[in-house]
């Protein structure tokens, strides 16, 4: 069955420090997609990054980066000097493709909550 | 362009009570997606929608029901309202469905929500 886990609660770090968020999916598809949303306390889920299943290529964005790796079914999310800005809840999400009936939908992890103390 | 907007942000009802959820996709975005957060379910998938159709429906009973408009705006629909059902309900838009393999136009956008308490 398809899952997505963020064993990680909650993280406190203090601003400039690196942090790494982890998410570890299960997928009996070959064909899927990843996602990293953030939810400010607004509410609002702003999208961060979508990874195909094919491209196992780390990606950087700024102070952003993310180590994908189909090996070990882990798509970790890397905050370099944290801001108080950061400070949100991170969701990782998987889209199944490959017609295994579950398709359609983003599968949330539980999420991690991230506090970056000034 | 504007973002999705999701009407009214915050309702209060009793239980028994229906209540109708109003989502306005992203210009020109077809695909729109219901998910339900609760803090102890998390994020969960209702529906998903496209060009007037439902395409999906998450596990949950027939209480909740969609709809999707010529112009891609959605409404959901929740019947006899129990205490369960408060939670914040999130929207998301595309221009493709998230099954359709579209190289990026599945990408979903969420709106702000609309926080909905039972009591």
């Known amino acids: 069955a398809q899952k997505v886990t963020q064993a990680q609660t909650e993280i406190s770090v203090v601003e400039k420090e690196d942090v790494t968020l982890d998410c570890v999916y299960e997928?009996?598809?070959?064909?899927?997609?990843l996602f990293w949303y953030k939810q400010p306390p607004s509410g609002e889920l702003v999208f961060l990054i979508r990874r195909n299943s094919f491209d196992e290529q780390n990606e950087i964005s700024g102070r952003y980066s993310w180590n994908f790796q189909k090996s070990t079914s882990s798509f970790n999310f890397t905050i370099t000097a944290s801001q108080v800005v950061d400070s949100a809840v991170y969701f990782c999400?998987?889209?199944?493709?490959?017609?295994?009936?579950?398709?359609?939908?983003?599968?949330f992890g539980q999420g991690t909550t991230l506090q970056v103390k000034p | 362009k504007a973002g999705v907007t999701q009407t009214p942000r915050y309702l209060i009802k009793t239980r028994g009570q229906q209540v109708t959820l109003s989502c306005s996709p992203i210009s020109g975005h077809r695909s729109v997606s219901w998910y339900q957060q609760t803090p102890g379910q998390g994020l969960q998938f209702l529906f998903e929608?496209?060009?007037?159709?439902?395409?999906n429906k998450g596990n949950f009973p027939g209480r909740f029901s969609g709809r999707q408009f010529s112009n891609s705006r959605s409404e959901m629909n929740v019947s006899t309202l129990e205490l369960g059902d408060s939670a914040l309900y999130l929207c998301?838009?595309?221009?493709?469905?998230?099954?359709?393999?579209?190289?990026?136009?599945?990408?979903?956008?969420f709106g702000p929500g609309t926080r909905l308490l039972v009591l």
């Open positions: 929608y496209f060009s007037e159709t439902q395409r």
């Open positions: 997928t009996r598809d070959t064909t899927y997609y």
């Open positions: 998301a838009s595309s221009l493709a469905p998230l099954a359709g393999r579209s190289g990026g136009e599945e990408t979903q956008y």
């Open positions: 999400a998987l889209s199944e493709m490959g017609g295994s009936g579950n398709t359609g939908k983003l599968i």
